[in-house]
């Protein structure tokens, strides 16, 4: 049985000068930079009103050449956002936006959301979906490391009895 090393991904971070905790912190910026960047592509083909699109290439369903012009603008948009140059550039695009993708569909999926896509065709609502659809992904991404933060908000007040009593 071959026993796996993290020797080289410590050396990969030592030759670019990072401390190995500080990719972690790097993977985070650009994976929310490719998320934002496939949003940006997919609210900008649905603001066009192409909101079938959006939802056949989602679901898998759009035409090959639909998919690739997709992928391109998003590729070419995520190069310009991450700063990078060369081959190092590509490289990380190559691996972040398939994953970023990849994680979009399963969280679609997982929520039922392309059904609700494909039953409303209005422009607002698909905005508002896709708008959803970024942030469980995020969460999905990137989830709290169970620092159990939540939004308090004034109705878990009152149910919690949090507010202090005037008894």
Request: glycine share 6%.
């Amino acid at each position: 049985m071959k026993k796996f090393s993290f020797r080289p991904v410590f050396n990969a971070a030592k030759a670019t000068g990072l401390l190995a905790w500080q990719t972690g912190r790097l993977f985070q910026q650009v994976a929310k930079k490719a998320l934002d960047t496939v949003q940006e592509v997919l609210r900008a083909e649905i603001q066009k009103g192409n909101v079938q699109l959006v939802t056949d290439f989602l679901t898998d369903k759009a035409l090959p050449a639909a998919k690739a012009l997709l992928l391109e603008r998003m590729a070419t948009r995520l190069l310009l956002r991450i700063g990078l140059r060369g081959a190092l550039a590509t490289n990380v695009v190559g691996w972040i936006l398939p994953f970023v993708l990849e994680s979009l569909i399963k969280v679609g999926v997982r929520t039922g959301l392309f059904a609700k896509l494909k039953s409303n065709a209005t422009v607002a609502d698909t905005l508002h979906r896709l708008d959803e659809l970024k942030m469980a992904t995020w969460k999905y991404i990137n989830p709290d490391a169970g620092s159990g933060v939540e939004l308090v908000t004034d109705d878990n007040i009152s149910k919690n009895n949090l507010l202090p009593s005037n008894e």
